[in-house]
């Protein structure tokens, strides 16, 4: 493999992490599935592996829809393992509110942050990249 099909791997797999939380953000449960492998396995903190591309579009679908959430991923390292596999570690903070709070010139008041990671699994598939695993986990929170 060459440099720039590196270079063409890792924006793709970039752009598939940032496309998966503007969709969660954005309130967009099928997109986010999309998202992930038919197969995938999706772990998030405190709760059971979600299994399966439906089994997590059907999580997400039941998301409160005053739930707010803007999701910030930096600092994203990507190790090529072959042409069809990429592991990836993104640090991640997730603000979250109400869309029911008063909107103001400064936003909506924020009730939590939360600081913590993706770790994922990314394969090339006839659909494209797609996340087949992803565990995520806090490490700091604003009280």
Same mark, same amino acid.
Request: aromatic share 6%; charged share 20%; with cysteine.
């Given at each position: 493999?060459?440099?720039?099909?590196?270079?063409? @791997? *890792?924006?793709? !797999?970039?752009?598939?992490? @940032?496309?998966?939380?503007? !969709?969660?953000? *954005?309130?967009?449960a099928r997109?986010?599935?999309? !998202?992930f492998a038919l197969d995938a396995s999706l772990s998030r903190p405190g709760?059971?592996?979600?299994?399966?591309r439906e089994a997590i579009f059907a999580?997400?679908?039941?998301?409160p829809a005053e739930r707010l959430?803007?999701?910030? @991923?930096?600092?994203?390292?990507?190790? @090529?393992?072959?042409?069809?596999?990429v592991k990836a570690v993104s640090y991640a903070m997730v603000v979250a509110g109400?869309?029911?709070?008063?909107l103001t010139p400064k936003g909506r008041k924020a009730s939590? !942050?939360?600081?913590?990671?993706f770790h994922d699994t990314l394969v090339l598939s006839n659909e494209g990249w797609k996340i087949?695993?992803?565990?995520?986990?806090f490490t700091l929170y604003l009280p």
């Amino acid at each position: 493999m060459n440099s720039l099909e590196e270079l063409q @791997i *890792k924006l793709a !797999c970039s752009e598939l992490i @940032i496309r998966a939380v503007s !969709c969660a953000d *954005k309130h967009d449960a099928r997109g986010f599935a999309d !998202c992930f492998a038919l197969d995938a396995s999706l772990s998030r903190p405190g709760g059971q592996p979600i299994v399966g591309r439906e089994a997590i579009f059907a999580t997400y679908a039941q998301r409160p829809a005053e739930r707010l959430t803007r999701h910030l @991923i930096t600092n994203t390292l990507l190790d @090529i393992v072959s042409a069809q596999q990429v592991k990836a570690v993104s640090y991640a903070m997730v603000v979250a509110g109400s869309n029911n709070d008063e909107l103001t010139p400064k936003g909506r008041k924020a009730s939590s !942050c939360q600081i913590g990671e993706f770790h994922d699994t990314l394969v090339l598939s006839n659909e494209g990249w797609k996340i087949q695993t992803r565990d995520a986990s806090f490490t700091l929170y604003l009280p």
